[in-house]
């Protein structure tokens, strides 16, 4: 079965550098999005991608975040200038084509994002 | 925009039990409503989701229910086992557009 991949799996930081988070999502889906959880919360909207653009994104993506497509294949998330709140795994996910069967949502297996 | 509350936040119950968790949201708009299992340190995994169109669907073992008028939906897992025990998450969304996830219920499942 097809899987949403990402690497790394573990990320530690040091606060205010740059990290990327790469995603390789199921490769006929068309909508992206990246969701956190910080350890013990619940799952939380970050960014939606479409067609080369964001389609929404929440309050937590401040300035500080961007999204990319930069292949046919990956889709990355970076941070600027990491804070301690920022430490979380984030969770890449995708879905097919609106419809049916469209919104069902699939998850990668996330990166645990530590900032110290 | 989209609220979704989810109760019990825990829930311990006996193998063979049956165990339900409920959810309730804020947009009369949102229309499909899935359920996500989440096993310690790993990915959330879809077990069963419903559309506003449908009052009830039954997976096996699993059900989920949708009352629209109310706005609330909730998870029926029946004959429990040891494996049941996970967080689970509800989640709201008007399709095609983001999952607001519900804050999730931590169930165990006792032997």
């Not at chain 2, 968790?21 to 299992?37: E, M, Q, R, V």
């Not at chain 2, 073992?61 to 706005?71: E, F, G």
Request: charged share 20%; net charge negative; proline share 4%.
């Amino acid at each position: 079965e097809p899987e949403v991949t990402q690497t790394p799996s573990h990320q530690v930081t040091q606060m205010g550098q740059e990290v990327i988070l790469r995603c390789v999502p199921i490769s006929n889906h068309l909508y992206f999005y990246w969701y956190r959880q910080i350890l013990g919360q619940k799952v939380e909207f970050l960014v939606s991608f479409y067609n080369n653009e964001i389609s929404e994104k929440s309050e937590i993506f401040d300035d500080q975040f961007s999204v990319e497509r930069p292949d046919g294949s990956n889709f990355t998330l970076k941070i600027r200038s990491t804070k301690l709140e920022d430490s979380a795994m984030y969770f890449c996910a995708s879905s097919g084509l609106q419809g049916a069967q469209g919104e069902k949502l699939f998850f990668g297996s996330g990166t645990q994002l530590s900032v110290l | 925009g989209e609220n979704v509350e989810q109760h019990p936040s825990t829930l311990s119950v006996q193998e063979g039990d049956s165990a339900v968790i409920k959810c309730t949201y804020s947009d009369s708009a949102s229309n499909y409503f899935p359920w996500y299992k989440q096993e310690l340190g790993k990915r959330p995994q879809l077990i069963i989701d419903i559309r506003s169109n449908v009052g009830e669907k039954k997976d096996q073992r699993i059900a989920v229910t949708l009352n629209k008028t109310a706005k609330h939906f909730s998870l029926h897992i029946t004959e429990t086992q040891p494996e049941d025990s996970a967080v689970y998450f509800c989640a709201a969304s008007i399709e095609g557009d983001k999952l607001i996830f519900g804050t999730g219920t931590r169930l165990q499942v006792f032997p």
